[in-house]
């Protein structure tokens, strides 16, 4: 289909969502369908969960923000179950604004970005359908046409709670368009949209001396006093401040701690009653989500003025820290590189997450837990199983320092040094050694960082190439293994017959002579040894591999070598231990016979087919780590 076809059908399909009615009609519609006479943040909680929901340990990930934020579930969760889900049942914390406070590029902006662009489509879902009195500049709930005295019975009757009072301009257009008819005023469809100014505000502050708090509750439209006579007369007024027009949906206001106390003061009525001054009128009903962002430092120095405190008390303060795991660090980075645009350059395998470990190591917090180090700590944090800790470990860690990931290093650094990188580099190819040497030569020109800070970072970034080299290794080390694969299988099938003949109390046959002999302990140790397993631990790991042989003959499957993880691992580091003298030669030979030749050939080939690389970091990859065999 083509643009102009697509452009078509989406002009026809706006159309279709539209919908006018008489007062009646409408009401005969929200008695079938309360949902759509809910209120703001009953809306914005629906649209949420409406994506659904998974479950990730004892987090629960919300799929709203799952495409955009990465490693924020926890904080997610706390802010939609917190605030969101009982402020939808009118609970107390909806006459507060929410206030998401966290260090610079963590997410907060996005979040309310996503807010915003979701009620923009959920507005056009039937879940999410919103009604408003024809004319009326503020899209206001028809259900406010219904008299205070007879609320109460519509309520029992129907169901509906109906809060808020007419603007002044539907009040008198009520009185002199309809003569006080409630059924003859015309009610319609709207769709939110933060360009048509519909249900979506944002304000930001200027310079206080010259901004206008009319950019809140709007101003008076001087041209027509002439010929309304009064500046209280609802039609000499301009209801276009972001108050008036975020009514329904949301507002966002930005680095609302920097603005002028004038403009603060507007909030505290609309947080706690639902309504704000405007000009010459009574108080105007407002049914919106106020929410703002500011950092930390600008949070306390708020607070330490007591002159705010009538304002603290109507604010709930959602703390977004940093994400903690490389591997959602990783897939920022990745988000942030396809949004820029790097066509044309390829990043080599692991170096987005030599940038993600130096990352989170500068927002992690030292542990008090015995044996418990900053790298132990990450891997805990990112899901891997460390030594003698697991993932009911976190719970206490998190409880040490509860405001991790409040400071460190954060993603645009990484991001501008990346950027740097990239457009430095002679080649089309960046590897994780070119970021690191990166992110270093950034710190030099960082201008808020202290000396001590700096030392810091950049022991930061050495354990990153540490943690590079391993993987680095192991990589190779799996090349090198898949061009020895028959090697593997067979030191793979050897170490299953000797563990059968261990754990039954059988002799095995000798591969060689074919003579019968006690199982080789020698063999099964040096292979369990690669990852871990104990003397101690060492039958009961054997028997586990037995159990899961026959659990696999039962099923009518063939044990294979991809079939145990672990044990996989085992025999793919026992392999390269044994190769470790050939891998050298190979990796750093300078004039390569044909035999090496072949193999790097081989080894470059899987790695550029099967691990991600291209052949000019392929080759960079096999170069360095000869170099670290060599060391």
């Known amino acids: 289909m083509n643009l102009l076809a697509r452009l078509e059908n989406y002009r026809q399909d706006e159309e279709q969502l539209a919908w006018e009615g008489t007062f009646g009609e409408y009401f005969e519609l929200v008695t079938k369908n309360p949902h759509l006479a809910q209120h703001a943040h009953s809306r914005i909680y629906n649209m949420i969960v409406s994506e659904g929901l998974e479950g990730v340990g004892g987090t629960r990930r919300y799929r709203f923000f799952a495409k955009e934020l990465f490693g924020l579930d926890e904080a997610l969760q706390r802010l939609v179950e917190e605030y969101f889900h009982p402020a939808a049942r009118r609970l107390d914390v909806r006459k507060r604004i929410l206030l998401l406070m966290g260090p610079v590029s963590g997410g907060k902006s996005t979040i309310v970005t996503l807010l915003k662009r979701g009620l923009e489509r959920y507005s056009r879902a039937w879940e999410g359908a919103t009604f408003a009195i024809v004319g009326c500049p503020m899209h206001e709930e028809p259900l406010h046409l219904i008299p205070r005295a007879l609320r109460e019975e519509v309520e029992k009757t129907y169901g509906l709670r109906v809060e808020g009072t007419l603007c002044p301009y539907c009040r008198l257009m009520l009185q002199e368009k309809c003569g006080g008819a409630i059924d003859r005023v015309r009610v319609r469809r709207v769709l939110f949209s933060e360009e048509d100014r519909v249900g979506v505000g944002t304000f930001s502050p200027s310079d206080p001396k010259s901004q206008d708090i009319a950019d809140l509750t709007g101003s008076i439209d001087f041209s027509t006093i002439g010929e309304y006579g009064s500046e209280s007369d609802p039609r000499a007024y301009r209801f276009d401040g972001e108050l008036n027009k975020a009514n329904r949906g949301l507002m966002e206001f930005q680095e609302m701690l920097k603005s002028d106390e004038k403009f603060l003061w507007s909030l505290l009525a609309l947080s706690q009653e639902g309504n704000f001054k405007a000009g010459r009128f009574a108080l105007i009903s407002a049914d919106e989500l106020i929410i703002a962002h ?241 003397e101690v631990a060492k039958r009961p790991f054997r028997e586990e591999i037995l159990i899961r042989i026959s659990s696999y003959a039962r099923k009518g499957k063939c044990f294979e070598y991809a079939s145990h993880e672990r044990l996989r691992e085992a025999i793919e580091k026992k392999l390269f231990a044994d190769l470790r003298d050939v891998v050298k030669i190979t990796t750093s030979a300078r004039t390569p016979d044909a035999g090496q030749s072949r193999k790097m050939n081989e080894v470059t080939t899987c790695l550029t087919s099967e691990s991600g690389y291209c052949p000019v970091c392929a080759n960079e990859l096999l170069k360095y780590v000869g170099s670290l065999l060599n060391r």
């Open 294 to 534: 500011t950092n930390e430092s600008e949070y306390r120095s708020f607070i330490a003025n007591k002159k705010n405190e009538a304002l603290q008390s109507r604010i709930i303060v959602m703390p977004i820290p940093y994400n903690l795991r490389v591997s959602e660090e990783e897939r920022i980075y990745r988000k942030l590189l396809d949004e820029a645009g790097v066509d044309g350059f390829h990043i080599a395998p692991h170096a987005l997450r030599a940038a993600a470990v130096f990352s989170v190591l500068s927002r992690l917090r030292e542990s008090k837990k015995q044996g418990m180090d900053l790298v132990k700590k990450m891997k805990l944090y990112d899901g891997e199983a460390v030594d003698d800790f697991n993932q009911k470990d976190l719970v206490e860690l998190r409880a040490e320092h509860p405001d991790e990931g409040m400071s460190g290093v954060d993603p645009r650094y990484v991001i501008n040094r990346l950027s740097s990188a990239l457009i430095n580099q002679e080649t089309r190819c960046l590897n994780a050694l070119d970021v690191l040497r990166s992110l270093r030569e950034g710190l030099s020109q960082h201008p808020s960082i202290t000396r001590e800070e700096k030392e810091r970072l950049l022991q930061f970034i050495a354990v990153a190439r540490q943690e590079y080299d391993e993987l680095a290794k192991r990589e190779v080390q799996k090349a090198f293994v898949y061009s020895y694969e028959e090697s593997a299988r067979t030191l793979f099938q050897n170490y299953l017959d000797n563990v059968e003949a261990f754990c039954n109390s059988q002799r095995v046959m000798d591969p060689i002579t074919g003579e019968q002999m006690d199982p080789d302990e020698k063999l099964m140790r040096s292979i369990e040894e690669q990852i871990g397993v104990s």
